[in-house]
């Protein structure tokens, strides 16, 4: 009896989970592979982690035949391996990539002759080349010889209702053109669009190219509403109005900083890469890093001003924070703009409190911020509120109007006396 599966996906996230359930969905046998046994068990018994997926989902794809394990030796049973690790910075911002190399050792351990192993996890170009493959090849295998060797960016937006795992076009770069074909039989068994590169490094870029594109222009708007705001012009406005141009403009608006798996993390992987390789800085990265960077800092300032201009200083005034997550509609707070912009207010010595419909509790520096939970209440003891990520669940102007001063990051309040925008 075969006991072979059709793939084993390595990291029950927000890439690998939805990507094993669409697998899973479409009648592919698929082992889910973490180490964390808390993920590992709360899955086998139902139970989902991420936004994207409900408990409904997961028990789902345990009745078509889903198991998640934390036993590596399942590997030797998969014809396909995704490797869906995280690819984190550290400390100094470089590009940390222990939990990969962690993973590829693993894999080089138990996959077999004929695998295809497939690298999903974001990183700068030439991982695939220069990291992955002779992990791989220690043991004698050659890739492209006798295992397939692919990258293929995860391109997954959490929250997004329109765009999922299956018809968002799926990008593969083979470290040969038979490695590519093979990762294209995989995928077109479940995703709708698949998209082939010249190569391993050529997909690694496109990622790299798409999440840059983004953090430069969200600087840029950063930047307008930084000068904006100076001249008395509403940016707000401004971008409504540009955005009517049927070519050559796509909106971009402002907000307290950049957060997630992805803005903040991913560019930096292109630069540090450029300036280690090639020894210079990859200026335009370097400069919308510091900008977007410096916006929870200059909200700040602004709150302070507000403030200034009822006759209160920050220190000892409740400041009421509405939504701490890094986008609408998720529970996700990695690389909030909300942590840093809480830290500087806690500094200055301001009282502070949150309130989200998501979040049940928000730490910054170890310490725990006050959760209010009657949130009309708070709105009017709160000498300003301030608005950082507009959940569905927040009608904005009946908040604005309980609240004595309402500064609105987002551009969604209806103009007052004491309501401000970004």
């Not at 180490?35 to 899955?43: A, F, P």
Request: glycine share 8%; with cysteine.
């Amino acid at each position: 009896m075969d006991s072979s599966v059709d793939a084993v996906i390595i990291g029950m996230g927000y890439v690998g989970l939805p990507l094993a359930r669409e697998a899973n969905a479409a009648g592919l046998s698929v082992i889910g592979l973490d180490v964390n046994h808390e993920v590992v068990e709360g899955l086998n018994h139902g139970r989902s982690h991420i936004d994207d997926l409900a408990d409904s989902d997961v028990v789902e794809m345990l009745g078509r035949g889903f198991v998640a394990t934390a036993d590596t030796s399942q590997m030797r049973r998969a014809r396909t391996i995704v490797i869906c690790v995280p690819t984190p910075l550290s400390g100094d911002g470089a590009p940390d990539l222990d939990p990969l190399r962690s993973a590829v050792t693993s894999v080089a351990e138990h996959f077999q002759p004929g695998t295809l192993v497939i690298l999903e996890s974001t990183t700068y170009p030439g991982t695939t080349d220069e990291e992955v493959r002779p992990i791989l090849e220690a043991g004698g295998l050659v890739a492209g010889q006798d295992f397939g060797l692919v990258f293929s960016p995860e391109r997954i937006d959490p929250g997004n209702e329109k765009f999922g795992p299956k018809n968002t076009p799926k990008v593969i770069g083979g470290h040969t053109s038979k490695c590519a074909d093979a990762a294209e039989v995989f995928y077109s068994r479940f995703i709708d669009t698949v998209v082939r590169t010249k190569g391993t490094r050529e997909a690694e870029m496109a990622k790299l190219l798409e999440n840059t594109y983004r953090h430069i222009n969200i600087a840029l708007v950063n930047e307008m509403a930084r000068f904006c705001h100076e001249l008395e012009v509403d940016l707000w406005d401004v971008i409504a109005a540009a955005a009517t141009k049927p070519f050559g403009f796509q909106a971009f608006r402002p907000g307290p900083g950049v957060g997630g798996h992805c803005i903040p993390i991913d560019p930096n992987y292109l630069s540090h890469r450029i300036r280690a390789r090639l020894g210079y800085p990859f200026r335009f990265v370097e400069l919308a890093q510091e900008i977007n960077a410096t916006m929870p800092s200059y909200i700040g300032r602004r709150i302070q001003d507000q403030l200034n201009s009822d006759g209160k200083p920050l220190r000892g005034s409740l400041v009421l924070l509405l939504g701490v997550t890094y986008k609408p509609d998720i529970a996700d707070t990695r690389q909030s703009p909300a942590i840093p912009l809480a830290k500087a207010l806690i500094d200055h010595g301001a009282s502070l409190r949150f309130h989200d419909p998501l979040v049940k509790q928000f730490s910054v520096s170890g310490q725990d911020v006050p959760r209010v939970d009657h949130v009309e209440e708070a709105l009017g003891e709160a000498d300003i509120c301030v608005l950082l990520q507009n959940h569905r669940e927040y009608d904005v102007d009946a908040m604005s109007a309980l609240s004595r001063r309402f500064f609105d990051t987002r551009g969604v309040a209806r103009p007052a006396h004491h309501v401000q925008l970004l």
